[in-house]
């Protein structure tokens, strides 16, 4: 049975162009013409083309496939075993590019310029939700603070995150004392527990007045990944998460009162 252009066309899902170039080119030329000098393909064309397109798929030029196709015993081996290692080595270039890639996307939206190691020793469990930090760059994008914040975060030292880490570590043990002692998330303790916090903030990466450190405790309590950056998983406790969110709003009232109570507000 024979096959026009467009049939075979449609079969392989190339153009008529592309088996018109592989005739020209002595590639595949069709065993049989009509009477009007239409090209016509058997069963046998039809084979050889799917051999041409899988060595397209690997890479391989059309000279190359002429080779391989004069003597496919001979030559078919060696070809696809050296396309075999270029294709490894591609891989592991590429593998290297995306690795690149990925830790140029940490350092950008998450502020940490640190290797995977220097992120494990400093960072421990306290772990960089990428999904998170994408959805809050793009939330706060327009936000002089976070502009700050990212800015500070990317010029910090091992020893800067080190440091601060350190002093979120020991804010986390007087947390989780209060918290398991029942201090009243709006009493003093807890409050002043929730300003350590904004003071941290302000410390360590932007100026944190009240209104911004109720939104961010607002994400906490909304988002468990939010969270997972102060309190990671294992030392998370059913309601603590609402406990810090009413500890920062109770602690921002406090700071809202004591400012229109002072006296350059009178």
Not at 14 to 38: E, I, N, Q
Not at 100 to 111: P, S
Not at 126 to 140: G, N, P, R, V
Not at 232 to 250: C, F, M, T
């Amino acid at each position: 049975m024979s096959y026009s252009v467009r049939q075979v066309a449609s079969f392989a899902g190339v153009t008529v162009r592309t088996l018109h170039h592989y005739d020209k080119a002595g590639l595949l030329m069709p065993s049989a013409r009509s009477r009007a000098g239409y090209r016509l393909y058997d069963e046998a064309d039809l084979a050889r083309l799917q051999q041409i397109l899988f060595y397209r798929e690997l890479g391989f030029s059309l000279d190359e496939i002429a080779d391989i196709l004069k003597d496919p015993q001979a030559n078919a081996l060696n070809q696809l075993r050296a396309r075999q290692r270029q294709l490894s080595e591609e891989i592991a270039r590429l593998q290297r590019l995306a690795e690149v890639a990925e830790r140029a996307i940490e350092v950008q939206q998450t502020g940490v310029s640190l290797t995977p190691q220097e992120r494990f020793e400093v960072f421990g469990e306290i772990s960089f939700d990428l999904s998170y930090a994408t959805e809050a760059q793009l939330k706060w994008a327009d936000s002089e603070g976070q502009r700050e914040s990212m800015a500070r975060a990317a010029a910090h030292s091992k020893e800067d995150w080190r440091q601060l880490m350190g002093e979120a570590a020991a804010w986390r043990v007087r947390l989780l004392a209060a918290f398991d002692a029942g201090e009243p998330a709006d009493g003093e303790r807890a409050m002043d527990l929730a300003e350590e916090h904004r003071q941290h903030i302000t410390r360590w990466f932007t100026t944190c007045p009240p209104d911004m450190h109720r939104r961010i405790a607002d994400d906490f309590v909304a988002d468990p990944r939010a969270f997972a950056l102060v309190v990671p998983p294992s030392q998370q406790q059913p309601g603590l998460a609402a406990y810090v969110g009413k500890a920062v709003h109770a602690n921002a009232s406090r700071r809202d009162s004591d400012r229109t109570d002072s006296p350059e507000t009178r």
